[in-house]
């Protein structure tokens, strides 16, 4: 489908609300799995450990392709690689609809992921090229509130549909969402503009940047490292408050919704606040020591009435720092890297991201929910000196 035409500069506002619900659409779908894990684990009797795999499954399939589709998002734009990611999303959640077995629902969980892998690059390099930099940490972090926003989301509607309608309408609901976000694409999608190749090797801004600089791989450790107790919070919330505060589904699955809910709200403030202060890394090193007191403080006061109150705040500290890192790598790429340093951005985060649900349920099966907390926290705590000095301020 040929793009629009360009006879004047789209509204920038519409470009971040598709781009929002393009990304919202694929982290439905790669989040329905852990919160399928209560039906899995009660319901149908497997271990924590074997649906933690289910749970990773998409998360797998996107870490594998995230670098890939940053290079043809560079090579080809990003209106035509959402189209075909969200396009492709869509029939993988509409064939889970239809597994006959759990092997079968994994292996299109994993294809769906690489599918979705799209939206990440190419929805933030719609945003970061239609906004200027004085308002990009703001409308960056509008941005990635679409991650907590589309957990909770799935947090509130799949534990409940699939306990009253089963897997199969859970996965069509999830294919609709993706249909609907292709389509936004296609009718409204304006690619940005950016200079060629040869403008930018006069201006300097087109060689590799990471030739001679650690500060893109830095940020990108920092990620990896904050990306466990996020993972945790996000992947055994749920269970946690089932198994052991003993809450309801339903009530569960509210509290986790409106914590995503107030998680993406703490990544506008943090866009707001670097835009301020012209730095996206500073406020980092803040977030990954309050993630670790956070994690800290939910192994120390488990069983007590503490340990909910702590449970909240890790859940919103834990994401707040998403949005400034994602900035910073697309600021400090050039246009014809962001997509490939993103790609690489968020390669670390899900191969995190994959291992944490199998890993911390095992963890969680041996030693308790206290003893994986206190570990996800010192990964956080790890974090601290790894955010790198350099102030990264957007650019004039």
């Not at 109150?309 to 900035?327: P, Y």
Request: net charge positive; glycine share 10%.
């Amino acid at each position: 489908m040929p793009a629009p035409p360009i006879t004047r500069a789209p509204n920038r506002w519409l470009m971040l609300a598709i781009s929002m619900f393009a990304q919202l659409a694929a982290t439905v779908f790669t989040n329905a799995p852990p919160a399928l894990i209560p039906n899995l684990h009660f319901e149908r009797g497997l271990s924590l450990s074997q649906t933690g795999l289910i749970a990773a499954a998409p998360l797998a399939g996107t870490m594998c392709t995230l670098i890939i589709w940053g290079a043809i998002v560079d090579r080809i734009g990003e209106r035509v690689s959402l189209l075909i990611g969200l396009s492709m999303l869509a029939i993988s959640a509409g064939a889970a609809a239809l597994a006959d077995s759990l092997v079968l629902l994994a292996v299109l969980l994993f294809l769906g992921g690489a599918a979705g892998a799209s939206t990440n690059s190419a929805s933030g390099r719609v945003v970061s090229g239609w906004f200027p930099p004085q308002r990009r940490g703001m409308a960056m972090g509008i941005r990635q509130t679409a991650q907590p926003l589309g957990v909770g989301l799935t947090a509130v509607l799949v534990p409940n549909l699939v306990e009253a309608r089963g897997l199969a309408v859970t996965m069509l609901t999830v294919a609709a969402v993706c249909a609907l976000a292709a389509v936004l694409v296609a009718a409204m999608i304006v690619d940005p503009p950016r200079p060629s190749m040869a403008e930018s090797r006069r201006t300097g801004h087109g060689a590799n940047p990471y030739r001679g600089d650690r500060t893109l791989l830095r940020i990108h450790g920092v990620s990896i490292a904050l990306t466990v107790p996020q993972q945790t919070v996000w992947t055994y919330m749920l269970v946690w408050l089932i198994a052991t505060q003993h809450w309801s589904t339903a009530a569960a699955s509210a509290l986790v919704g409106t914590t995503q809910l107030l998680s993406a709200l703490s990544r506008v403030g943090a866009g707001i606040w670097s835009d301020r202060i012209g730095s996206r890394v500073r406020p980092i090193r803040y977030f990954a020591f309050g993630s670790a007191i956070a994690m800290g403080g939910l192994a120390v006061f488990s069983g007590t009435p503490l340990a909910l109150t702590f449970m909240i705040v890790a859940s919103i500290i834990a994401v707040a720092h998403n949005g400034l890192a994602f900035t910073a790598v697309a600021e400090i790429a050039s246009p014809h890297w962001s997509g490939r340093a993103m790609g690489a951005q968020n390669t670390g985060q899900f191969l995190t991201a994959t291992a944490v649900p199998p890993v911390m349920g095992a963890l969680i099966a041996v030693a308790g929910y206290p003893i994986a907390f206190a570990v996800a926290g010192c990964f956080a705590l790890l974090a601290v000196p790894v955010v790198p000095a350099r102030n990264v301020t957007p650019e004039a």
